[in-house]
């Protein structure tokens, strides 16, 4: 029960940029935020952007604040996430993850999620 698609993860150099997308269907609707996780092993899950359905507002975490960028398209139901400046503590499996309401850092506040897509940033 997939609910949302990532693509694009994969290896990259430090340095190097990267962009993932998601893809989905009815839940780029009013009030859905879409959040970008990440997990590294042996690591709680955390969060790397969200996004409101209209406004466009948006939050970061600090670590990835200024390399990253996060926008959807909800005509076309997709969300991307613009990744710059990367390493190798980026690595992980990054997911995708919808909610209704409004841009959360809290992981337990989405309840529909993709399968996630691995990132590894090495040379």
Request: glycine letters at 14%; a neutral charge.
């Amino acid at each position: 029960q997939v609910h949302l698609v990532e693509s694009g993860g994969g290896l990259v150099q430090p340095g190097g940029s990267l962009r993932l997308s998601c893809a989905g269907s009815g839940l780029f609707l009013p009030h859905f935020a879409i959040g970008w996780f990440r997990q590294a092993p042996g690591k709680e899950r955390e969060v790397v952007s969200s996004i409101s359905s209209h406004t466009g507002g948006t939050l970061y975490a600090d670590s990835v604040k200024g390399r990253f960028t996060i926008s959807r398209d909800n005509d076309k139901e997709t969300a991307d996430l613009q990744m710059n400046s990367l390493q190798p503590e980026d690595t992980g499996v990054y997911y995708c993850a919808a909610r209704w309401g409004p841009p959360s850092k809290q992981a337990h506040e989405y309840n529909y999620w993709g399968q996630g897509t691995q990132i590894t940033v090495s040379s």
